[in-house]
């Protein structure tokens, strides 16, 4: 059952999170028995294998955690802007304005198309090539498309990005430019996401990868690589508590789970990280199921300037809630202008400029200090996973020019530029 392409690869099959029904590594989402989702199972003794030395010697991206992927360890199989290896920022000054003892900032924005998107596409792609698949698609919030288009552009294959019509326009502009298909549809993200699973069951799209959709497990294992390169980046140590920002809920859920593995497999010391998940009020159909202490998701319709978090059925919420309580972490949601303060706090403590998301997180993170729920002492890393210039629109009028003045010494004066 298992599929020889993937021969190189720890993967063994796939199985399903709900009932634990097994499936042979092919392009399939949903279990045919309980329609729960499905991911990559591995082969336990071929992960246990991995050592740190092994990732250390390997490139100066998210492929260093390839032994660990369900892509294979052969660079020439490859399709990938080589993501990863971002800086985890060590936050002096945000610690301080906060009260916190030590926090880190995962700037997942210095990835190539400035989103931690180009990790699950990179993983995503890779593995579709391998299943024979010859096209590219995606139903995105946004980034999504970014990374979609560019991977497509970078491996010469055409690719066609469905995003709902009201986008911030620089996401509409860094997906369009790299010259493949891109179609706006008159809708919300789950319409569009509808949509795509249908198309998916269409001759004319036979051929081709939805990498969130019928490629799904595969894209799921690249958020991985944001929980091991923290680890190996504190020193093959896990952080106590991290704040993680949830749409459907994947990437928290996958951190969450790169924490375990690391520690079954001995790259780090066994720990409890503590994960906690950031949501806006616009859209917190994971985090209102979860302090309703329930882990059934009501779909809800997302407004609110935090996009590319806007998906109101999100498909591992929860799988994320269960994350979060299992760790004796937790859950919040903050308005658009807690989210604008948030970008601010973080751009002028760190020099980094998130895009709303991080905006979420870092809001987020100061709503959980505040109501006792994260402590202050522990270790914390939170992370960004988008650039700020990709949301221009939503700062752009609260900050500006300070002062405004004539080429000239006295015109600088006369402005107050002398006073402190
Ligand atoms: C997609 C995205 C997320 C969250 O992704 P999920 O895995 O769907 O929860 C977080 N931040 C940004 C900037 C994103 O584009
Ligand atoms: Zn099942």
Redesign the pocket.
Known sequence: MSNAVFADSPAKGLICRNCGATYGLVAQHACWQCFGPLEVDYDAAELAKVTRERIEAGPQNLWRYAPLLPVGVHAEDRVSLNPGLTPLVDAKHLAEALGMRRVWVKDDSANPTH???DR?VSTAVSAAVKLGFDQFACAS????ANSVAAHAARAGIPSTVFVPHDLEPGKIVQTAVYGGRLVAVQGSYDDVNRLCSELTETDEFENTAFV?VNIRPYY?EG?KTLGYEVAEQLGWRLPEQVV???????????IHKAFEESAEIGLTEPGKVRVFGAQSTGCSPIADAFAEGTDEITPVKPTGIAK??N?GD?A?GPY?IEACRSTGGGMAKVDDDEIREGIRLLAATTGIFA????GVVVATLRKLLESGQLDPEAETVI?N??DGLKTLDAVSSLVGPTHTVKPSLKSARESGLFES
Not at 141 to 144: A, V
Not at 355 to 358: F, K, N, R, S, V
């Open positions: 989103s931690f998107k699950v919030t946004g980034n999504l969130n799921a958020s993680v920002p949830m749409a459907s809920g994947e990437l928290l859920t996958k590319s978090l998906i999100p591992a994320a895009e709303t998301a991080g992370y996973t988008g």
